[in-house]
């Protein structure tokens, strides 16, 4: 075959080569460009999307491209640090402010943290800004891939915390000053309990004396005493004895505060000893004309206790109710036995308690202010003094009331066997 023939077969075989007409290579470059745009209309919206987004956000926001120069800034940056966009963007972050950026701890963070953690968390940041003063800053980090994982930029988020930082050290401050106050206080109290405690002989041995004599002139034991004579004293020996129970208040709640109360153990008869505080407020409960409700139950155990000190609880609780319970109203008291304690309760249907009042019950010296509580007597110990007693016991304590003229419930238990190590 020759060369003309191998030519022409070689021509069918593989088609012919035609030129490509000149309007077809500009509607593909029009398509091109078109397409260009559109992606670059694509990039421009999602770039104005992120910087909106960016914008939004409160604390100071930057982008950095791979080589720590930035991109995109919030205006909170602006705004705290006192620059202008034109000194921003572009500008290595170090340069920032006249080089105000060229924080070591910063470089730590961008150059050597963060190119191995990817992330970063409340880095702590302090420097003194020429313009804005020293700040302490808490800075986040993240690192982005972008255009196909061939670029990153990093987003750093800054907060201003240096006013939290200046309250957190005020707070700290004033924590340590008030335990300090609250540990002279605490000193100062003991010092007063164990004093008040210590004068226990000293201010009881002189007033037994005054009110042992008192009595014995009263009942005339030497001889007869006129009419005036004997009102007054009487009158001596009713001082002396009530002046004796507020101090032996006062000292007993000193002896349990400086923990030099000890409670004197036996087996006590709770049904028997309850029916005889009863019978002791009998007169109390008659000159004011008051309904008396006993509720003891047949099944009430004998407990381990100081029968002094349940004795003195009882008779203040039930002293309360009088003396809080309008002429012909009505207290009472309840008890029973609940697993391995007793329960009693003394309620009445006296004035009752406000609500605001009732946090302050147990301070000491506290009366509630009514113009039917300024006539009647008392320190304010009774419900502090009957509560400490009965945790001495390892027992608990309580009182409710609806609020005023609704009545006092006061509610106590006692444990079987005393847990209390005395």
């Not at 919206?45 to 926001?61: G, K």
């Not at 946090?359 to 009774?382: H, N």
């Not at 009965?390 to 609806?402: P, Q």
Request: hydrophobic fraction near 35%.
């Amino acid at each position: 075959m020759n060369d003309k023939k191998k030519n022409k077969e070689l021509l069918k075989n593989q088609g012919e080569i035609r030129p490509v007409p000149e309007r077809t290579i500009i509607k593909q470059l029009h398509l091109e460009i078109e397409q260009r745009k559109k992606t670059e209309r694509v990039a421009q919206d999602a770039r104005n999307y992120a910087e909106s987004i960016i914008n939004t956000v409160r604390e100071p926001l930057i982008s950095l491209d791979q080589d720590l120069r930035v991109v995109s800034v919030s205006r909170s940056f602006y705004d705290v640090f006192k620059v202008k966009p034109e000194e921003t963007v572009g500008q290595l972050i170090y340069d920032l402010g006249n080089k105000q950026w060229d924080i070591p701890k910063l470089r730590e963070l961008l150059e050597t943290i963060l190119p191995q953690k990817t992330t970063f968390d409340n880095y702590e940041v302090e420097h003194d800004f020429s313009t804005i003063g020293r700040r302490i800053m808490l800075l986040n980090a993240r690192q982005i891939e972008r255009g196909m994982g061939k670029e990153r930029i990093i987003l750093l988020a800054i907060e201003d915390i240096t006013e939290r930082k200046e309250i957190e050290k005020g707070l700290e401050k004033t924590h340590k000053e008030l335990q300090e106050l609250a540990a002279e206080l605490k000193r100062t109290t003991r010092a007063k309990s164990e004093f008040l405690a210590n004068m226990s002989h000293e201010l009881r041995t002189p007033l037994n004396s005054i009110n042992g004599f008192s009595e014995i002139l009263y009942d005339e034991t030497f001889g007869p005493l006129n009419e005036k004579q004997k009102k007054y004293a009487n009158n001596i020996l009713t001082s002396g004895k009530h002046l004796l129970l507020l101090i032996n208040q006062i000292l007993d709640m000193a002896k349990v505060e400086s923990g030099k109360m000890k409670l004197a153990l036996s087996s006590l008869p709770m049904k028997s000893l309850l029916n005889e505080i009863s019978l002791l407020i009998a007169d109390m409960v008659s000159k004011k004309k008051l309904q008396i409700s006993l509720d003891i139950a047949d099944d009430m155990p004998n407990i381990e206790g100081d029968e002094l000190k349940l004795k003195e609880i009882l008779y203040n609780l039930f002293s309360n109710a009088v003396k809080f319970t309008r002429e012909g109203g009505q207290i009472g008291m309840r008890a029973k036995k609940a697993g391995s304690e007793i329960e009693i309760v003394v309620w009445d249907t006296g004035i009752g308690i406000a609500s605001e009042n009732m946090g302050k019950i147990f301070e000491g010296f506290f009366r509630v202010d009514t113009p039917y509580s300024r006539v009647t007597e008392g320190t304010g110990l009774g419900l502090p003094l009957s509560k400490k007693l009965v945790e001495l016991h390892g027992g608990t304590f309580s009182v409710e009331s609806e609020g005023l003229n609704k009545g006092t419930q006061v509610r106590f238990t006692l444990p079987v066997l005393c847990r209390k190590v005395v």
